[in-house]
Structures are given as structure tokens and as C-alpha cells.
């Protein structure tokens, strides 16, 4: 089966992140999410642990100056979540947990490379505590869906330029100094499709064709964790539309795959049952059959065995029959009789056909001989033979000329 790798990026407002880091860090005392196992808790790994809430951390970042929320309007997006996975029968394949801790440990080296740094990193904590109840039921045994959120701040690097009301004019418009804005719009702005030469692919009218931005984050994800050794995933698939779906809805997609295996499997293993309960009734069926047949020579063995001991011999050497004996006797000698006789037309019948069989050949080997000049003269001259036969036929038979009765009479009266 395939094993495609997907990450989700996510808009966090001021609003949610309370939220989110409820979920990622899990402070809740209850979860909407039914597949969250409250005492797995303790089995989630975390690559990078916050130190404070995630607002906190924000706060912290800009008051030293390592990201600026210079010119920013007031709705703009302060947070993102990258969300990492791959469907659960991946890692289920490769031995569960400490293969999962392995992969994401890649997987957050590649988040580094993504935001731009660990600077930018709130929180990356893999899940471990979310059970996948669709193939924990079809597999008989508890499975797991592993999965890595990165709570991070969107920022790009910004050149601040020397405004004209800088006293020294030479300084103008020359770069004041390079900040780090808060941005996600510009972190994750659409860029040119290149082609094979390393130029942009252009529309009819003449525009760049973009790549969206969503696209770019699957390639990078995809090709950062090949290289780094799992060879065997693939790339999710292309203009997918994951980013938006809810958590149950993305569980159920990513995992439908590994279910419909699993249902065929099953299915497959219900029809070789069935096969087999169908060869099995058949050889029952035959067993009967032959312990009919045995009973019925059982039977015969013992009759005849009966028939054996019948009668004592006396001291002159002659044997002598009890009344019931004798009726036993009686009887099969005269079953026997009729056995006979019926048996004796079949072979009476079967002697004579074989006999009229034997005629009929005779016959055709006569009809054969008599005709075969006719058959090698059709056989060497077809179109002479066969005008041969339409001449003889078109003519008309001779007649015979008679005799007067009295010229008869005549004739006998001079002999």
C-alpha cells in the first residue's frame, strides 16, 4: 500500500491559541476527540518543550527583539501550526512507537528548516496518545495514530531603509537594519512555477504561473524526509484539500486506504472459508456415499459368511440342514436364480449387437470393394466421371421388344 506523508499548516488567531495549546500540551480535563486516551498522556515526546504559555513565549520573542510586529494591523496572524503525519499502518508496519519517536525526530529537524529556525518555535510535541480505533478493530489489537504538531511565529525578513528624514542624506533609502516580521501572508506567499531551465512557466497573458504556497510545503516535507532514509513514503497527493478538514474527517480519509486493505483481506479470507465449506460438504457427501456402499458390502460379506456356516457335517461325510437352514437356502438359491436370469438378457442382448454390428461391417466392406473403381475414376477425373453419369442419366432406358403370343406358340409348337 501507499504511505503518503502530509503536513497541514495552520492559521492560529490570538483568539485560538489558548486552545491549541490546551490540545498539544494536554491541560484539558476532558477532549471533543473520543480517540484521545488520557493515560497514554505520559507517552507524547516532546522535541521542544515550552518554557511558558504560547503567549507568553510571543511576548518574550518580541521584547528581545528576535521577531517585530512593526506596522502589523491589529487581525493580523501571530501563530501557525504545521501538522506532521503519515497514515498509522506506516508506523504499525515498522514496529509502533519508538520507530514513530525516530520519524518525528527527523521530522522536526525538517520544521526547523520549514519556519526558519528553532528561534521560531513555541512548541513540537508528537502525539502518541490518540488511538485509531478502525484498525484497532480490524487488527484485534490496540494501534495508534502518531502525529507531530509545531506551534510557530510566520515571520520573514524585512529590510527597514533609512527614511528622507534621516539628517544624513547619503544614508536614504540604504538599509537602516533587517528584522524578522511577523507575517504569515508573506510566509507563505504563492511563488513561480519553474520549469526544467530554471525559468518561470508563464500564462497565456503572459503572468507567471504560481505555485501555491500549500504545494511547496508538501515537497519540502516530502523530499527532506527521503532523504533523510524512508525511502518508502510517497508524496501526499497533489492539490489535496487536507488543510481544511476537521480531525475526525482527516483520521477517517488517511486511514480509509489501510481499511479498505484490511476489508479485502477479510473478504478474501471469507471466501476461501466458504470454498472450503464447500469442498468440505462435498467430501461429506462422498464420505456417506461410501459408507452406504460399505454397509451394503458389509452386509454381503456377513451373508456370505452366514451361507458359509450353514450345515453340520454328520459322520458319514453328508451335511445336514437345520428347517431354518434350509428356508436361507431356498431363498438364495432362488435370488440367485433371478439375479441370473436378469442378468442374462443384458449379455444375450449385448452378444447380439454385436453380432449385427459385425454384419453391418461386413456389408460396408462389400459396398466398399463394389464401388471403390468408382471412387478412384471420381478421384483422378472428377469432371469426366461426373459428365459421364449426367450423359447416362438424360438418356432414356431401352425397352425390350416382345414377342407375339401366337408367333410364342409357334415357335415352342417347331421345337
Not at 486552545?19 to 484521545?36: A, L
Not at 521577531?67 to 503525519?85: M, V
Not at 514513530?100 to 520544521?111: G, I, L, V
Request: charged share 30%.
Amino acid at each position: 500500500m501507499w504511505h503518503l506523508t502530509s503536513v497541514r499548516n495552520l492559521a492560529v488567531s490570538d483568539k485560538a491559541v489558548s486552545n491549541t495549546q490546551q490540545h498539544n500540551e494536554r491541560e484539558k480535563d476532558s477532549y471533543r476527540n473520543p480517540d484521545i486516551l488520557p493515560h497514554r498522556t505520559e507517552w507524547n515526546v516532546h522535541f521542544k518543550k515550552p518554557t511558558a504559555s504560547y503567549t507568553d513565549l510571543f511576548a518574550q520573542m518580541e521584547a528581545a527583539g528576535t521577531i517585530s510586529t512593526r506596522g502589523l494591523k491589529p487581525d493580523a496572524t501571530h501563530y501557525c501550526e504545521l501538522i506532521f503525519d503519515v497514515n498509522s499502518a506506516y508506523f504499525d508496519n515498522h514496529g509502533g512507537y519508538e520507530f514513530a519517536k525516530q520519524f518525528y525526530a527527523d521530522a522536526y529537524k525538517a520544521a526547523v528548516q520549514i519556519v526558519g529556525g528553532e528561534q521560531y518555535i513555541l512548541s513540537a510535541v508528537m502525539h502518541a496518545d490518540e488511538i485509531n480505533r478502525a484498525m484497532t478493530e480490524a487488527l484485534g489489537r490496540e494501534v495508534y495514530h502518531y502525529h507531530l504538531h509545531v506551534v510557530y511565529v510566520p515571520v520573514v525578513e524585512k529590510q527597514i531603509l533609512w527614511s528622507k528624514r534621516c539628517k544624513d542624506k547619503a544614508l536614504v533609502g540604504t538599509v537602516k537594519e533587517t528584522v524578522m516580521q511577523v507575517s504569515r501572508s508573506k510566509k507563505w506567499a504563492s511563488k513561480p512555477l519553474l520549469d526544467d531551465a530554471g525559468k518561470p512557466v508563464l500564462q497565456k497573458n503572459g503572468k507567471p504561473v504560481l505555485k501555491k504556497s500549500y504545494s511547496i510545503l508538501q515537497d519540502d516535507f516530502f523530499n527532506y524526509m527521503r532523504v533523510a532514509g524512508y525511502t518508502d513514503v510517497e508524496r501526499g497527493e497533489r492539490g489535496s484539500t487536507e488543510e481544511h478538514l476537521t480531525v475526525t474527517q482527516f483520521k477517517v480519509q488517511r486511514e480509509q486506504e489501510r481499511l479498505d486493505s484490511l476489508t479485502a483481506q477479510i473478504d478474501q479470507k471469507e471466501q476461501h472459508l466458504t470454498q472450503t465449506n464447500k469442498t468440505l460438504s462435498k467430501t461429506k457427501k462422498e464420505l456417506v456415499a461410501i459408507q452406504k456402499k460399505a454397509a451394503v458390502t458389509k452386509d454381503a460379506l456377513i451373508h456370505a459368511q452366514d451361507m458359509e456356516s450353514l450345515g453340520k457335517r454328520t459322520l458319514l461325510g453328508n451335511y445336514s440342514l437345520t428347517e431354518d437352514e434350509l428356508s436361507a437356502l431356498k431363498k438364495q438359491a432362488a435370488h440367485g436364480y433371478v439375479i441370473d436370469v436378469e442378468n442374462r438378457q443384458p449379455k444375450q442382448q449385448l452378444a447380439a449387437a454385436k453380432r449385427d454390428c459385425a454384419e453391418w461391417q461386413a456389408r460396408y466392406r462389400d459396398l466398399r470393394n463394389d464401388v471403390q473403381p468408382y471412387l478412384n475414376a471420381l478421384r483422378h477425373a472428377p469432371e469426366r466421371v461426373r459428365n459421364f453419369f449426367e450423359n447416362l442419366l438424360s438418356q432414356k432406358p431401352e425397352r425390350t421388344a416382345s414377342i407375339p403370343k401366337d408367333r410364342h406358340h409357334e415357335q415352342n409348337a417347331e421345337l
